[in-house]
C-alpha cells in the first residue's frame, strides 16, 4: 500500500508540473535575448487632402440652409470641373445652428442673449493626387464659395509595399542586434521563440505635416488668379519588431 502511494504521488506531482509548464510562456522556461529593431525611410509625398467648408449665415434656418446648398454644389461642380474624381471628394460634415448675440455688463456676466441668425456650414474634403495643382485648386475654392478654408495636408498614399521592406529591414536590425550580445558572450543564437511585430505599419511624419490654414478667407481682387503656394517637402516611414532568441552554448 505504502509504494502505491508513492507512485500516485509522483504521476501526480509530474501532471502538475507538466500543467504548470503549459501555462509558462515558452521564453520564460528557456535562456533567451530580446531585441527590438527599426527601420525608416524618408519618402515624398504623392497626395494632397485640401479641407474647407461653405458656410451661410441668414436669419431664417430654411434660407441658410437652401442657400448654403446653393453654395456648396457650386465649389464641388468647381472641383469636378478640375477633373477631380468623385471618390476624392468626400463630405465631412454639414450642421445648421442658431448663431446668438451676447450682451455682458461690467463684469463679465452675461445680461442679454439674443438669436441673430441661422448659421449653415458644409464641410468637405478632396483628395488631389497631382499635388503641384493643390494651391491651384484651393485658391479657386475659394473663390467660388469656400470662405473657411481648413488647410491642406500631405500623405504618402500606398506605403504598404515600401513598409513591407522596411519591415524585413527592421528585423535584420534585431537580428544584428542580438547577434553583437551573444557574440562578445561566446553564445548563440537558437531557434526564434517570439516575433512581436507593431500594432500596424503607420507612416509616422519626421515633422508635424505640412498644413496651410485660413479663416474664411478671401482672395484680394488683384490677387484671385495667384496660386496659394505650398511645399509638400517629406515624410518619413518608420517600422519596428521585437524578436525573442532561445540563447545556446
Not at 535575448?33 to 519618402?43: E, K
Not at 500594432?199 to 496651410?212: D, F, I, M, Q, S
Request: glycine share 6%; net charge negative; hydrophobic share 45%.
Amino acid at each position: 500500500m505504502s509504494l502505491l502511494r508513492i507512485s500516485l504521488s509522483c504521476v501526480f506531482l509530474s501532471f502538475a508540473a507538466n500543467a504548470h509548464a503549459q501555462d509558462v510562456p515558452l521564453k520564460d522556461q528557456l535562456p533567451h535575448i530580446t531585441t527590438t529593431g527599426s527601420a525608416h525611410a524618408d519618402v515624398v509625398p504623392d497626395l494632397a487632402i485640401i479641407s474647407f467648408a461653405v458656410v451661410t449665415e441668414r436669419p431664417a434656418a430654411s434660407a441658410a440652409a437652401a442657400d448654403n446648398a446653393a453654395a456648396t454644389q457650386a465649389v464641388v461642380g468647381e472641383v469636378k470641373a478640375q477633373g477631380i474624381d468623385a471618390k476624392d471628394i468626400r463630405t465631412v460634415s454639414v450642421t445648421l445652428s442658431p448663431v446668438y448675440d451676447e450682451s455682458r455688463d461690467a463684469s463679465g456676466h452675461l445680461v442679454k442673449h439674443t438669436l441673430r441668425a441661422y448659421s449653415a456650414r458644409n464641410a468637405l474634403e478632396v483628395r488631389v493626387h497631382a499635388i503641384d495643382k493643390a494651391g491651384a485648386l484651393a485658391r479657386q475654392l475659394i473663390e467660388k464659395g469656400a470662405n473657411n478654408f481648413g488647410g491642406i495636408t500631405f500623405e504618402v498614399e500606398h506605403p504598404e509595399t515600401r513598409l513591407r521592406a522596411l519591415q524585413a529591414e527592421a528585423t535584420k536590425d534585431a537580428l544584428s542586434r542580438a547577434q553583437s550580445y551573444v557574440d562578445a558572450l561566446g553564445l548563440r543564437l537558437g531557434r526564434v521563440i517570439e516575433i512581436v511585430p507593431p500594432g500596424e505599419g503607420t507612416p509616422y511624419p519626421a515633422a508635424p505635416r505640412a498644413k496651410l490654414a485660413m479663416a474664411a478667407a478671401m482672395p484680394a481682387p488683384e490677387a484671385a488668379s495667384a496660386a496659394i503656394p505650398i511645399e509638400a517637402g517629406i515624410e518619413t516611414l518608420e517600422t519596428s519588431v521585437t524578436v525573442t532568441w532561445e540563447l545556446v552554448q
